[in-house]
């Protein structure tokens, strides 16, 4: 792929990463942007998947159908910029009473890397939108089946490091074997904490003490561009 096919990809994707935030934000389906806007569903379909990008007349109309600024649902990606941990990159938005902002998305692996919030990777490739009021909100990409149905390798998961862990919910934990897992989270009247997966006949609940994790960041979002 030449630099100029990987800059049009990365607008694309980042394109879509957006346009999929304001439409669940509005409450919109495909099919409902498809009727509003007077065009095919299969179109819309490859705006969501970061396919195709729209017309001119249909970035006018679908700015104004999800309430969002054009300069930010349209922006261009291609950007590399250097990200420290401690500042978060934003773009923000307010539409329908809603603050949208981008936060940077590292790997799965990169992530694994850090003992702590501040050894993430300060070089990133790519963000994600998102409501999260977190300073340092940030999103990894998923790997593993272990979530399934609910996430998919592939997916982005924007985490809350200074978020509130709740029991039944997500989290994204690193333990100090350098192990990372996205489980649900549990935290035992013993004091134990419990990390369960969505497929407990092949990933059974394990227990483990605070000391066993580094981090333990709870998932705000789910961002699927496809």
Partial sequence: ???????????????????????EAKGLQQVDIADKLGVKAPRVRNW???????????????????????????????????????????DQAPYGGITVREVPVISWSHAGEAATYEEMPKNWHGAVATTSRDPRAFAVTVEGDCMEPKFFAGDR????????RRNGKPV???????????????KLTNGMIRLTSLKPDIYPPLD???????????????????
């Fill in 157 to 164: 998961v924007v985490l809350e490091p200074t978020g509130e």
């Fill in 48 to 90: 969501f998947q970061g396919l195709n990008y729209p017309r001119k007349a249909e970035r006018i109309a679908l700015v104004k159908l999800l309430d969002v600024p054009r300069e930010w649902l349209f922006k261009d990606s291609t950007e590399r910029d250097s990200f420290h941990p401690t500042v978060v990159r934003e």
């Fill in 1 to 23: 792929m030449t630099d100029t096919q990987e800059e049009k990809t990365d607008i694309l994707r980042a394109f879509a990463w957006r346009l999929n935030s304001a439409a």
């Fill in 172 to 186: 994204v934990a690193k333990l100090v074997d350098d192990a990372v897992h996205l489980r649900i989270y549990t």
């Fill in 208 to 226: 483990y003490t605070p000391k066993d994790f580094h981090w333990i960041y709870p998932v705000r979002e789910l961002v699927r561009s496809v």
